[in-house]
T-cell receptor, first 118, second 112 residues
Framework: AQTVTQSQPEMSVQEAETVTLSCTYD???????LFWYKQPPSRQMILVIR????KQQNATENRFSVNFQKAAKSFSLKISDSQLGDAAMYFCAYRSAWGGGSNYKLTFGKGTLLTVNP | DTGVSQDPRHKITKRGQNVTFRCDPISEHNRLYWYRQTLGQGPEFLTYFQNEAQLEKSRLLSDRFSAERPKGSFSTLEIQRTEQGDSAMYLCASSLWENEQYFGPGTRLTVT
């Protein structure tokens, strides 16, 4: 079974600064997807960024980028120019890419609570 | 389309009572998922539908839990004889095949 570990329960960053959230995972599969989801207080979870394991290039979405290290099974999220609206719980998630396995369900880490200080 | 909706948003019930939650997915999405999120944890998969067929149930889903998705549209999750350990946020998500899962706002259940 796959597991996802987020070792930072809480992080804080000053507005306009850069912060990196860590995530490691364990899997025996060679092809899979990794995600970062954002869950603001009392609001629904939204997808921030996704990475396909077969792609060597790190995904980027505006101020959000990832550092995907497949051999190390590491998938960190970098938020640049942090804004007050970035404050939220961030979850790292894994999903298998192949049919016949659990390619439909997401496996989440425990989350990292990000505080943005003005 | 306004996204995935869930009803109610909050439910307080006494131990031993039955509760039912509803999820309305994005209209063209054929897959629907239920997750449970307890305090300090990430969401955990409960069950999954493709159209009206329930294709997978987690071992977390005891026999007190039942889910349906009649006609492949909305879904209901019923918990019978609730226990305090059932207190959690119940999240619904939908997707078109294996594409991105869109989450609803969740139903927060408190069992007293």
């Amino acid at each position: 079974a796959q597991t996802v570990t987020q070792s930072q329960p809480e992080m804080s960053v000053q507005e306009a600064e850069t912060v990196t959230l860590s995530c490691t995972y364990d899997t025996s599969e060679s092809d899979y997807y990794l995600f970062w989801y954002k869950q603001p207080p009392s609001r629904q979870m939204i997808l921030v960024i996704r990475q396909e394991a077969y792609k060597q290039q790190n995904a980027t979405e505006n101020r959000f980028s990832v550092n995907f290290q497949k051999a190390a099974k590491s998938f960190s999220l970098k938020i640049s120019d942090s804004q007050l609206g970035d404050a939220a719980m961030y979850f790292c998630a894994y999903r298998s890419a192949w049919g016949g396995g659990s390619n439909y369900k997401l496996t989440f880490g425990k989350g990292t609570l990000l505080t943005v200080n003005p | 389309d306004t996204g995935v909706s869930q009803d109610p948003r909050h439910k307080i019930t006494k131990r031993g009572q039955n509760v039912t939650f509803r999820c309305d997915p994005i209209s063209e999405h054929n897959r629907l998922y239920w997750y449970r999120q307890t305090l300090g944890q990430g969401p955990e998969f409960l069950t999954y539908f493709q159209n009206e067929a329930q294709l997978e149930k987690s071992r977390l889903l005891s026999d007190r839990f039942s889910a349906e998705r009649p006609k492949g549209s909305f879904s209901t999750l019923e918990i019978q004889r609730t226990e305090q350990g059932d207190s959690a946020m119940y999240l619904c998500a939908s997707s078109l095949w294996e594409n991105e899962q869109y989450f609803g706002p969740g139903t927060r259940l408190t069992v007293t």
